[in-house]
């Protein structure tokens, strides 16, 4: 065995993970993952089709899929779905008119079969808004308590702030390393 082999099994493995984005248009998906990457917040247009970011978190590589949420384009999300092993799903918590819109959806995925048994984080996002609907009830409208086919995680965040994103994102990656 040459030196070089040795070093690679030496070198602590790096472990990736698919995430997918989703949530309808204007939750904030792709402020969130501009945020943790660092990025510029100030001038974000909606998301046509997807963005695609790797975030290191905790020596987990996550390939991020964030997914438009326009809804001519939801029909498509499915395309996505293939060998994804955590969902994010985004709602905005200052728009209680969207939220059984979005309750309908985030239904609709949990009953995909290719969605079946992964890890999901919901994150309330706009909670720096006067008006935001706190997680917990987010949780209760939206029914989550019943979700018992997979492990879940509602996080209150703002992506504007920063608020929340990081516990968020190290929860993922503690399920993920159950894995």
């Not at 690679?8 to 493995?13: F, L, P, R, Y």
């Not at 987990?60 to 029909?75: E, T």
């Amino acid at each position: 065995m040459g030196l070089l082999s040795i070093l690679k099994k030496m070198k602590k493995e790096e472990r990736e993970a698919r995430i997918l984005v989703l949530g309808l248009d204007n939750a904030g998906k792709t402020t969130i993952l501009k945020k943790l990457s660092e990025e510029d917040i100030t001038h974000i247009m909606p998301t046509q089709g997807f963005n695609i970011k790797s975030l290191v978190q905790d020596g987990f590589k996550l390939n991020v899929w964030d997914i438009g949420g326009q809804k001519a384009i939801r029909p498509y999300w499915s395309n996505y779905f293939e060998n994804t092993d955590a969902l994010v799903y985004v709602i905005d918590s200052s728009d209680r008119r969207r939220l059984e819109e979005s309750g309908h959806e985030l239904s609709e995925l949990l009953n995909e079969d290719k969605l079946g048994g992964i890890p999901m984080l919901v994150y309330a996002n706009k909670q720096d808004l006067m008006h935001a609907t706190p997680a917990d009830e987010i949780s209760e409208v939206l029914g989550l308590q019943g979700i018992q086919d997979r492990v879940w995680q509602i996080q209150a965040c703002s992506a504007k702030t920063g608020d929340g994103l990081q516990e968020g994102m190290e929860w993922l990656v503690q399920v993920a390393k159950k894995d």
